[in-house]
């Protein structure tokens, strides 16, 4: 039996509730609606049009391309580079943004620039780059053309910014003050850093993480010189796409692309839920 009590307790969460739902004026719907419209044209329409192209072939079309030697070795070397390559600039990234947070030194400025470089040089720029210092004319006399490791080092190059400049604002707006009273209370190092800064960094991390991960999966021109682009060897996933475009084979090409597509998804998923946790248990 209700009581006057209960519908005393809930009208004002309704009224929280309807207040909550009148917050949206009519200048922010029409925003809000044009928003929405501008994202479906750039990005929600042009996905479905390529998952709809690999789906035309049908089931065993889709198997058919993803069970081609050819495919599923580039498939596996991008992804698999890339998740190398974005472990090394969660490690390297987090790094680089401490320091550059935390410490004041001689030509700091410089390594500022130098970070973002990758951001403004043009992928195949940075290919004639990454080729001149490390392909047969090496003036390191480091070789890596046409092997595994010029795929590595492309990514890595064209990633670097992305974990930094993820990292390094949260960084500055942490209190040192905060670890100082954790190191006063008897914690240790790792103890700090595990319970009092990882747990406010985890959120930059994953979203930097996310992004490396998902720019080398799509790169092309860093690496398309250096990488020599051999089948079954050093071909990745861009390079086969572009060459079932090429031979007319659109369908194929979305199939490849949208399996991309599903494994960025699920690592972004993935990335979201581990920080979700390390922010909880911090």
Same mark, same amino acid.
């Given at each position: 039996?209700?009581?006057?009590?209960?519908?005393?307790?809930?009208?004002? %969460?309704?009224?929280?509730?309807?207040?909550?739902?009148?917050?949206? +004026?009519?200048?922010?719907?029409? !925003?809000?609606?044009?928003?929405?419209?501008?994202?479906?044209?750039?990005? %929600?329409?042009? %996905?479905?049009?390529?998952?709809?192209?690999?789906?035309?072939?049908? $089931?065993?079309?889709?198997?058919?391309?993803?069970?081609?030697?050819?495919?599923?070795?580039?498939?596996?070397? +991008? =992804?698999?580079?890339?998740?190398?390559? !974005?472990?090394?600039?969660?490690?390297?990234?987090?790094?680089?943004?401490?320091?550059?947070?935390?410490?004041?030194? #001689?030509?700091?400025?410089?390594?500022?620039? *130098?970070?973002?470089?990758?951001?403004?040089? @043009?992928?195949?720029?940075?290919?004639? =780059?990454?080729?001149?210092?490390?392909?047969?004319?090496?003036?390191?006399? &480091?070789?890596?053309?046409?092997?595994?490791?010029?795929? /590595?080092?492309?990514?890595?190059?064209? +990633?670097? @910014? /992305? #974990?930094?400049?993820?990292?390094?604002? $949260?960084?500055?707006? %942490?209190?040192?003050?905060?670890?100082?009273?954790?190191?006063?209370?008897?914690?240790?190092?790792?103890?700090?850093?595990?319970?009092?800064?990882?747990?406010?960094?985890?959120?930059? *991390?994953?979203?930097?993480?996310?992004?490396?991960?998902?720019?080398?999966?799509?790169?092309?021109?860093?690496?398309?010189?250096?990488?020599?682009?051999?089948?079954?060897?050093?071909?990745?996933?861009? &390079?086969?796409?572009?060459?079932?475009?090429?031979?007319?084979?659109?369908?194929?090409?979305?199939?490849?692309?949208?399996?991309?597509?599903? *494994?960025?998804?699920? =690592?972004?998923?993935?990335?979201?839920?581990?920080?979700?946790?390390?922010?909880?248990?911090?």
């Amino acid at each position: 039996m209700t009581t006057l009590a209960d519908s005393a307790a809930r009208t004002p %969460l309704r009224g929280r509730r309807a207040a909550a739902r009148s917050t949206l +004026t009519r200048g922010t719907g029409v !925003t809000l609606g044009l928003s929405v419209l501008w994202l479906s044209v750039l990005v %929600l329409v042009p %996905l479905g049009a390529v998952v709809a192209a690999a789906a035309s072939g049908g $089931v065993a079309g889709a198997w058919s391309v993803l069970t081609n030697p050819q495919t599923l070795a580039a498939i596996t070397l +991008t =992804v698999g580079q890339a998740a190398l390559v !974005t472990v090394l600039n969660v490690v390297v990234g987090t790094a680089i943004a401490w320091v550059l947070v935390r410490d004041r030194f #001689v030509g700091k400025r410089a390594i500022e620039v *130098i970070i973002d470089v990758p951001f403004a040089l @043009p992928t195949i720029v940075a290919g004639l =780059v990454l080729l001149g210092l490390y392909g047969p004319r090496s003036p390191v006399g &480091v070789d890596v053309a046409n092997t595994r490791a010029a795929v /590595f080092l492309a990514f890595a190059f064209v +990633t670097l @910014p /992305f #974990v930094v400049r993820a990292v390094q604002p $949260v960084l500055e707006q %942490l209190d040192p003050d905060v670890e100082r009273a954790a190191r006063s209370l008897g914690a240790s190092g790792v103890q700090t850093w595990a319970r009092v800064l990882l747990p406010a960094l985890a959120p930059a *991390i994953a979203a930097g993480a996310a992004m490396s991960f998902a720019r080398a999966v799509s790169e092309y021109g860093a690496l398309v010189l250096i990488s020599g682009n051999l089948a079954l060897r050093t071909e990745v996933t861009s &390079v086969r796409i572009l060459t079932y475009i090429e031979n007319g084979q659109l369908s194929e090409a979305a199939v490849v692309a949208t399996v991309l597509l599903a *494994i960025a998804l699920v =690592v972004l998923v993935a990335l979201d839920l581990l920080q979700r946790r390390v922010a909880r248990r911090g």
